[in-house]
């Protein structure tokens, strides 16, 4: 296995309408599942990831009220619902793509993460299977449920298995500055000064600025740069894949 593990997200920003509840962006996906079909000549190693969007966030906002067992369940079928167009739609492109659904292999106590799907991870890379994953409900040790973010998926990736790279596709062309212009690169110094919202759509797992501050401990912590870009755009994740210089976005590091 060629050790070069790229680890791709595709925000729920883009797979979905995050503003009509279990919308998804079908002609979007197709696209996207295309660019990666046709980037994976060059690139073999991939892990990705999805957001929840509009199939996670409204339902996981319900649980946060009521703290009913049934409401994390149905968010976990919605979000599964939502990684199986995706990975059928790879599947439609001849791409292998197996669902790893974090319920069943990662938990949380008190809010500490234990990922148990590494093997899981290496085998199916190992296989030349693309591994997807997303944003669910996790157990915890408390009795309660835990809502993981794709976000800190993709730093638990990254990390795990020394990403080459890390790009991370929203609805938005990067991290933007109070007058809506692109931050091209984002250092530790720098995104103090940043006033970075959250999300205008519902979003449990804190939006843009928890992502923001995810990405820069991975760069701080682990040497990881990564790169945010819109998914929305065409080739933006042809672009990624391929290292295309054009590929216009913010560079944490
Ligand atoms: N300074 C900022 N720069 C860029 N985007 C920002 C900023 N502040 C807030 N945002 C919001 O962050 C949103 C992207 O984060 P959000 O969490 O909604 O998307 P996502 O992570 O792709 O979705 P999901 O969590 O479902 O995967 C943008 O649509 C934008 O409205
Ligand atoms: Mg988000």
């Known amino acids: 296995m060629n050790d070069e593990i790229y680890v791709l997200k595709i925000g729920g920003s883009v797979v979905t309408e995050k503003g009509k509840e279990k919308t998804a962006r079908r002609e979007v996906i197709k696209r996207i599942t295309k660019e990666i079909a046709l980037a994976l000549s060059a690139r073999k190693n991939l892990i ?4 929840a969007g509009s199939y996670g966030h409204p339902q996981a906002k319900i649980y946060q009220k009521t703290g009913k067992v049934k409401d994390a369940l149905v968010t976990h079928e919605s979000v599964k619902e939502l990684n199986r167009l995706i990975v059928l739609s790879m599947m439609e492109l001849e791409l292998k793509a ?3 659904h974090p319920l069943s292999g990662v938990v949380s106590k008190e809010g500490k993460i234990k990922y148990k799907i590494k093997e899981q991870l290496q085998l199916a890379l190992k296989a030349g299977i693309i591994p997807v994953l997303h944003g669910d409900t996790i157990l915890d040790k408390k009795g309660v449920f835990h809502i993981l973010s794709g976000d800190q998926l993709v730093t638990y990736a990254a990390r795990e298995f020394k990403a080459k790279k890390v790009g991370i596709g929203t609805d938005v062309d990067g991290v933007l500055s109070d007058t809506g ?3 091209k690169k984002v250092t530790p110094v720098e995104t103090d000064t940043i006033s970075i919202k959250g ?4 979003d449990v797992t804190g939006g843009m600025k928890k992502k923001v501050y995810l990405l820069k401990k991975l760069a701080s912590e682990n040497s ?8 929305l755009k065409e080739s933006n994740v042809y672009k990624f894949l391929t290292e295309d210089k054009d590929l216009f976005g913010t560079v944490i590091l």
């Not at 990705?48 to 957001?51: A, E, K, P, R, S």
């Not at 990881?224 to 998914?231: K, R, T, W, Y």
């Open 98 to 100: 197996v669902p790893i």
């Open 181 to 183: 212009e692109v931050i």
């Open 199 to 202: 999300s205008k759509y519902v």
């Open 48 to 51: 990705l990831i999805h957001g």
């Open 224 to 231: 990881i740069p990564s790169v945010l870009f819109n998914a």
